[in-house]
């Protein structure tokens, strides 16, 4: 057992040899009006030991609320800014778009209104472009939040052109962005302990010899035919150049 | 009446020195007209050499301005409202004036060499240092700060906001490079920073 961990060490570590960090987020216990969730911490934890095994820094968060959040995201920013290589962020969650940008919502945010959304959430179109001058070399953004806008069912929900699901998004160059479903649809907190995508995502990226467009390619297949076609992951990418790989043939 | 000789007659009122019969003139004329009475409020900040309290009217000359008018009238034309503000009636309110103004200047140089004095000059490594010789941090504040702290604390660092609040709360301020240690732990130290941070040179 000691021995295979360190086996799966070395080979994670000598992965491409760079630096590679990670900030999981899973946010299941919300408090009204914000709905509870059930399996964004399950989530979250199967996506950490997945990176981990393939050589990533992780730093996970559990029912973050706002502050918290921002100290993990500055954190990890301070630690992109002093050692570069590939930035994965990953979070599980109520997620809502407000006029066409994508908001994470922390515990306790307690959102009314969607105006509220800019002060008591993170904005995540805004967090791609703080990754991106972080100046890491890849930048990898899962949005596990497609779940339903909390806000959706008040009478002023509809204001501003929001709506279920996310907004689509322009990611900073070397970034991809990926969310669980696509933009305007929303899925499922699942019916098992954890969720469609976050199993399929952390299952096929340690599958040696996959690019990472590969990678999510799959993913789609793997929950799009589980779901019977109600719930099809989409990416958007900005990257150029050599392939990455999660782990290498 | 013409606009200029009225306000002459305006400032005169500021000043206090008009006779009943033209107080009474230039009193009709300010109940019914709102304008009229924000350039009076600027006459009599001018008067009380409160200047620096109020943002300046951008129509309306600075008070220097006024007085060296007032003496170049005072020389060129021995008739009119300058002679007239140079003459035995106004004199008083004129030499105040012009007195508020230099007591006024000498406060705020002495305010501007006390700030420079009050730490020693110490440089700041790393961090961004624009061509002006500022350094650039990265400065989150606590939601719950007010603007009120938020300023104090700018005040005393010697600090200006660039740019912010982004989407997390974090503005970059820029700090003169002499005074970049003491603020650093200004911010660090304030209780109402939750983050801190020298901006990196760019490479």
Redesign the interface.
């Known amino acids: 057992m000691k021995w295979g961990f360190l086996l799966a060490t070395l080979i994670a570590f000598g992965v491409q040899g760079e630096e590679r960090h990670a900030l999981v987020i899973g946010n299941a216990a919300y408090t009204a009006p914000e709905p509870p969730l059930r399996n964004p911490v399950n989530d979250a934890r199967e996506i950490s030991a997945a990176l981990k095994s393939v050589g990533f820094e992780v730093r996970l968060a559990l029912d973050a609320d706002?502050?918290a959040m921002?100290?993990a995201?500055?954190a990890f920013e301070?630690t992109l800014?002093r050692k570069g290589g590939v930035a994965f962020f990953y979070f599980a969650g109520h997620g809502l778009q407000v006029e066409g940008r994508n908001y994470l919502v922390p515990i306790g945010a307690r959102l009314q209104r969607e105006d509220q959304a800019?002060?008591r959430a993170?904005?995540a179109t805004?967090l791609v472009q703080?990754l991106r001058e972080t100046?890491s070399r890849l930048n990898i953004v899962i949005l596990d939040a497609c779940r339903n806008n909390p806000l959706t069912k008040q009478p002023y929900a509809a204001r501003g052109g929001s709506g279920e699901g996310l907004a689509p998004v322009r990611p900073a160059s070397g970034t991809l962005v990926a969310f669980a479903a696509e933009p305007g649809h929303v899925v499922g907190d699942g019916t098992a302990d954890r969720g469609l995508y976050a199993k399929h995502l952390a299952r096929t990226l340690r599958v040696p010899g996959l690019p990472l467009e590969q990678v999510f390619k799959r993913v789609r297949e793997a929950v799009e035919q589980e779901s019977r076609g109600r719930q099809v992951p989409v990416e958007f990418s900005t990257l150029t150049g050599s392939d990455f790989y999660f782990l290498p043939r | 009446m013409a606009d200029a000789e009225f306000e002459d007659l305006l400032f005169a009122y500021a000043a206090g020195s008009l006779d009943a019969a033209a107080r009474a003139r230039v009193e009709a004329a300010l109940d019914a007209d709102p304008e009229l009475r924000r350039r009076l409020r600027w006459y009599e900040a001018v008067c009380d050499g409160m200047v620096a309290r109020l943002p300046q009217p951008p129509s309306l000359p600075s008070p220097d301005v006024i007085v060296a008018a007032a003496r170049a009238a005072r020389r060129n034309a021995p008739r009119g409202f300058f002679a007239w503000l140079a003459g035995p009636a106004l004199r008083p309110a004129a030499a105040l004036a012009a007195l508020l103004i230099v007591a006024q200047a000498a406060i705020i140089a002495g305010l501007v060499g006390e700030r420079a004095a009050q730490e020693p000059v110490r440089a700041l490594t790393p961090g961004a240092q624009s061509a002006d010789g500022a350094v650039v941090f990265v400065v989150a504040f606590d939601p719950q700060a007010t603007e009120a702290d938020i300023r104090a604390l700018l005040l005393k660092a010697g600090g200006t906001i660039i740019d912010g609040p982004r989407q997390l709360g974090d503005y970059r301020i820029s700090v003169p490079a002499n005074r970049a240690d003491y603020a650093k732990s200004l911010f660090e130290e304030s209780g109402i920073a939750e983050y801190v941070r020298a901006e990196e040179a760019a490479k």
Do not use: F, M
């Open positions: 706002h502050a921002r100290r995201i500055r301070d800014r800019l002060a993170v904005d805004e703080r100046g």
